[in-house]
């Protein structure tokens, strides 16, 4: 929010999906987590020299690419965001009065601390693939998401945990079915090696089930729906042997030729069993399930926590 110029209040949050992925398709951690220190400051940092240079006064969201320390600038919109409800409810500042009060020419004049607040908030994007028969469940840059929603926790990985089940999904056993690019595999080990040991079960295509059963995890073994040979992927997954579905294509963009990828991931929607198709998503995903998948979460009022 900034004032002839000047801004009066500012936050910055962390999308867990790299860039690439829509920002309304994105999975949203505030305050961030896994940003430098000197990342943060030197976002605001752009942020003061852009809003002095177009004389803002009012809302504003501007968007960052970081690696390392590294930032460039996405985009800049001079308007409020989606995350407006969301950083207000976490931060306990009402952004919706402040830009009242802005656009009155009466700007607050105190100054806000939106990094050190007392719980974390995670925002997960609704998506409606199984209204749109044929489409492909797998994040673009144009938005697909058709809703969102949000938990607040006091750890990222139960937060991040509870509001992937917010969004309408439901875990019914500890069996993952897992196709996974072979740039993934060695990565996403540590956490099945994990959850296996967990009692997770795994069913892998040709590929991943050898990468899993050479470095010692149980995988049963399933062939492709092109394949033709049983036992086959599609029967497995028409037959709901799986409880979670892990699909990773190289990137967004080879996922289209990807014929037998697209198989997988169109059945996973029409047999209504959760999937995902995000490296960065699995990984955390994956986490919380080895740590909360068998525990209550503590369910608590928004006043609770404010108190």
């Given at each position: 929010m900034?004032y002839?110029?000047k ?5 910055i949050s962390e999308h867990?999906?790299?860039a690439g992925?829509h920002s309304?398709?994105?999975t949203i ?7 430098y ?8 940092e ?12 009012g ?6 690419i970081a690696k390392?320390n590294e930032?460039?600038v996405?985009?800049?919109n001079i308007r409020?965001s989606r ?6 409810k976490?931060t306990?500042?009402?952004y ?6 802005v656009l009155?020419?009466n ?5 806000y601390?939106?990094?050190d607040t007392k719980?974390i ?6 998506f409606?693939?199984?209204?749109f028969k044929?489409?492909?469940?797998v994040a673009h840059?144009e938005m697909?998401?058709?809703?969102e929603v949000a938990?607040?926790?006091h750890d990222?990985?139960?937060t991040?945990?509870?509001s992937?089940?917010?969004t309408?999904?439901?875990l019914?056993?500890?069996?993952i ?11 996403l080990?540590?956490?099945i ?5 967990n009692?997770w ?6 590929g991943t089930?050898d ?6 995890i ?6 492709k729906?092109?394949?033709?040979i049983?036992?086959?992927i ?5 037959t709901?042997?799986s ?20 198989a997988?991931r169109r059945?996973?929607?029409d047999?209504?069993?959760p ?8 990984e ?5 399930l080895?740590l909360y ?5 503590q369910?608590?009022s928004?006043n609770e926590?404010?108190?």
């Amino acid at each position: 929010m900034a004032y002839n110029g000047k801004i009066v209040i500012h936050s910055i949050s962390e999308h867990v999906e790299n860039a690439g992925v829509h920002s309304g398709d994105a999975t949203i951690i505030f305050p961030p987590e896994r940003l430098y220190i000197k990342t943060v400051l030197k976002s605001k940092e752009i942020a003061d020299k852009i809003v002095a240079g177009l004389k803002i006064s009012g809302p504003f969201n501007m968007q960052f690419i970081a690696k390392q320390n590294e930032l460039k600038v996405i985009e800049c919109n001079i308007r409020a965001s989606r995350s407006f409800p969301f950083i207000s409810k976490v931060t306990g500042h009402d952004y919706i009065e402040i830009t009242a009060n802005v656009l009155l020419n009466n700007p607050p004049k105190g100054v806000y601390n939106t990094l050190d607040t007392k719980f974390i908030g995670v925002k997960s994007p609704v998506f409606s693939y199984n209204r749109f028969k044929g489409s492909d469940p797998v994040a673009h840059v144009e938005m697909s998401s058709t809703g969102e929603v949000a938990c607040i926790g006091h750890d990222i990985l139960e937060t991040f945990y509870l509001s992937w089940l917010a969004t309408g999904v439901k875990l019914n056993g500890k069996r993952i079915l897992i196709s996974v690019h072979d740039k993934f595999k060695d990565k996403l080990l540590p956490v099945i090696r994990a959850l296996s040991t967990n009692g997770w079960s795994f069913t892998a295509t040709e590929g991943t089930h050898d990468f899993l059963v050479n470095n010692g995890i149980q995988s049963k073994c399933v062939f492709k729906v092109s394949q033709k040979i049983e036992p086959n992927i599609q029967k497995i997954i028409i037959t709901k042997e799986s409880d979670l579905i892990i699909n990773l294509p190289y990137d967004s963009f080879s996922a289209s030729t990807d014929k037998d990828g697209f198989a997988i991931r169109r059945l996973a929607i029409d047999y209504h069993i959760p999937l995902i198709t995000n490296f960065q998503l699995t990984e955390m995903l994956l986490e919380s399930l080895s740590l909360y998948y068998d525990k209550l979460p503590q369910i608590k009022s928004y006043n609770e926590f404010l108190a």
